[in-house]
């Protein structure tokens, strides 16, 4: 019953910016962790930024200095700012939240959005 909904993917030129937003809702106790991923075509799904639920981040290299992740852990809500984007960023990007439905699931399970497209290009 747990859902998580992505936003925020689209078109932009090279050098521009986008923030996807990602909203998690059903019965949900406690937020673990949070984090993004992306897959472009013919290519693995790979970690883009993640963070603990003390909130601590963790980035790709492609993504450091460029990619900001944040929360809202009362909206369970994760966002990911993404500045000076580049063609090899086109990919579609999934929400993942690791999430604790009842109060003696210490570890949570995973979570995943549908993907949102981002596409880089001019």
């Known amino acids: 019953q747990v859902q998580l909904v992505e936003s925020g993917g689209g078109l932009v030129q090279p050098g521009g910016a986008l923030r996807l937003t990602c909203q998690a809702s059903g019965t949900i106790f406690r937020v673990n962790a949070m984090g993004w991923y992306r897959q472009a075509p013919g290519n693995q799904r790979e970690l883009v930024a993640s963070?603990?639920?003390?909130?601590?981040?963790n980035y790709a290299d492609s993504a450091k200095g460029r990619f900001t992740i944040s929360r809202d852990t009362a909206k369970r809500t994760v966002y990911l700012q993404m500045n000076s984007l580049k063609p090899e960023d086109t990919a579609v990007y999934y929400c993942?939240?690791?999430?604790?439905?009842?109060?003696?699931?210490?570890?949570?399970?995973?979570?995943w959005g549908k993907g949102t497209l981002v596409t880089v290009s001019s």
């Open positions: 963070i603990t639920k003390e909130g601590f981040t």
């Open positions: 993942n939240q690791v999430l604790a439905t009842t109060a003696t699931d210490y570890y949570g399970a995973d979570y």
